[in-house]
């Protein structure tokens, strides 16, 4: 099939620094050639057992945290790679984006295999800049009590408004103190992390299954990435099906 190229972006905590970063931070649209490296490690721990890591192919992803600077430092992303079901898998494999913005895609494992995503490929997860699993994570404990704190406050009342601007506030000046560029912490950067995890796997072409904010990311990574079909919808039995006729949702 005729390649073609793809952009996206749900923890309110790390939403909420991902909004932040897009409204204050400049995006850097020009891309230096990235240095990049993937290493087998063992699998992350999340904040729940997830059975299906136990069978995983697990590493980290190590990509410059802005490629606009390209003598900056470097971070790195989870990598969970689900084994097909079938004892004869289908060589093109699907990578899954998350929703959010802000999920981590290894949260989402449990539910992309409920749909029997793997029935007959390899499934791909990877952290986004930012989220659980990723190193650095930049949650926003701020952010999170606030949710807690405003529960009987009306969602769009200026007082609420006012006191998220203030958790948001502070959530980004602790991580730049913490060495964080929050400006980095984009769709456009999380697109080329996705491509050089498919060049850093070595995979010819691969499938984009994307839910949500990850909707969003897949059109981003159109652009500029290499794979054979983009699949945007609610989990089904028909996926595998779609995914070998070719069709794009």
Request: charged share 20%; aromatic share 6%.
């Amino acid at each position: 099939m005729t390649s073609t190229r793809t952009t996206f972006a749900s923890a309110a905590a790390v939403g909420a620094l991902l909004a932040i970063a897009m409204l204050l931070g400049g995006v850097a649209f020009a891309r230096a050639e990235p240095e990049f490296r993937f290493e087998k490690t063992a699998c992350p721990e999340m904040p729940a057992p997830i059975p299906e890591l136990k069978t995983a192919r697990c590493g980290q992803l190590t990509v410059p945290e802005n490629r606009s600077k390209p003598t900056g430092r470097t971070i790195a992303l989870s990598v969970a790679i689900i084994p097909a079901a079938s004892a004869n898998p289908k060589p093109d494999p699907i990578v899954w984006l998350a929703g959010g913005p802000g999920d981590d895609a290894i949260t989402e494992i449990p539910m992309a295999l409920a749909g029997k995503l793997n029935r007959d490929r390899d499934v791909i997860f990877m952290s986004q800049r930012g989220t659980y699993s990723a190193k650095p994570s930049l949650t926003c404990p701020e952010v999170d009590r606030v949710l807690g704190d405003t529960l009987a406050m009306p969602y769009d009342a200026p007082e609420t408004e006012d006191i998220y601007t203030k958790a948001m506030t502070k959530c980004r000046q602790r991580l730049e103190a913490l060495g964080a560029d929050p400006a980095a912490y984009n769709t456009i950067e999380s697109s080329a992390d996705l491509e050089d995890l498919r060049a850093a796997l070595g995979i010819a072409k691969w499938n984009v299954f994307a839910i949500s904010y990850g909707t969003d990311y897949a059109l981003t990574y159109m652009r500029t990435g290499t794979f054979i079909n983009l699949l945007m919808a609610a989990l089904n039995p028909a996926i595998s099906t779609a995914i070998d006729s070719g069709a794009v949702v």
